[in-house]
């Protein structure tokens, strides 16, 4: 099976411009997970889907950043305006959840954001 | 809050020796899960192993063990027989009650011929 995909891999934005990453899940995951890793922080999350909804955007940094989940499948990450800050890798996930449990986390290869 | 702390920020070893990467972690949480993942310089997080904090064993994936003891709030990672293709940094993580994983800062591996 096909794993988690993001795209692009590599972005380089001028500050104030808007960037959109993409991820797609592995087929039939319910779940969905964003992570980012700034330079020389931790890995932190920012937000996670089940199917379509909003599960919890607790990590999201600001009202800059917009996560969408379209019919469940793939999704997207709007930055708009990009502030310097916001360079980083972005990361996203996958899961399974099956009867009370959940099954391990698919990572992508992530998004490496550079804002100028 | 959960937290995990990852205190050694790089190790050198010995192509065929065997390394153990540091992992402590704090949670009030009764059932919680921890993980590790590998991100070579490509940049994919690779899982490596899992542990449930309710399992009695140490789990076991090839080479890579997790020496988990839970009074102390450690979860180790063992990789036996080291490869230079196990260069990369290794993270940490932890799931909690809810869904999303907490991050250590991650141990960078370099492993000389």
């Known amino acids: 099976e096909a794993g988690v995909t993001q795209f692009p891999s590599h972005s380089v934005i001028e500050k104030g411009q808007t960037v959109t990453l993409r991820c797609d899940p592995i087929s039939g995951h319910d779940n969905l997970y964003w992570y980012r890793r700034v330079m020389g922080k931790e890995i932190k999350f920012l937000l996670h889907?089940?199917?379509?909804?909003?599960?919890?955007e607790s990590g999201m940094p600001n009202n800059r950043f917009l996560a969408e989940r379209t019919g469940g499948t793939y999704s997207t990450l709007k930055v708009q305006p990009a502030e310097l800050e916001d360079s980083g890798v972005y990361f996203c996930?996958?899961?399974?959840?099956?009867?009370?449990?959940?099954?391990?986390?698919?990572f992508g290869s992530g998004t490496r954001l550079t804002v100028v | 809050a959960q937290k995990i702390t990852q205190t050694q920020p790089g190790m050198f070893v010995q192509e065929k020796e065997a390394v153990t990467l540091d992992c402590t972690y704090d949670?009030?949480?009764?059932?919680?899960?921890l993980f590790w993942y590998k991100q070579p310089s490509s940049g994919e997080m690779i899982f490596l192993i899992y542990?449930?904090?309710?399992?009695?064993q140490n789990a076991t994936e090839g080479r890579y063990s997790l020496n988990f003891q839970k009074a102390r709030k450690s979860a180790n990672l063992v990789i036996s027989a080291s490869q230079l293709g196990d260069s990369a940094m290794y993270f940490c993580a932890m799931r909690g009650d809810g869904y999303k994983l907490s991050f250590g800062a991650g141990t960078t591996v370099t492993v000389r011929a």
């Open positions: 996930a996958s899961s399974q959840y099956n009867a009370g449990r959940i099954y391990g986390y698919t």
């Open positions: 949670t009030s949480d009764p059932s919680y899960g």
């Open positions: 542990q449930g904090s309710y399992d009695q």
């Open positions: 889907f089940v199917k379509e909804s909003k599960q919890d």
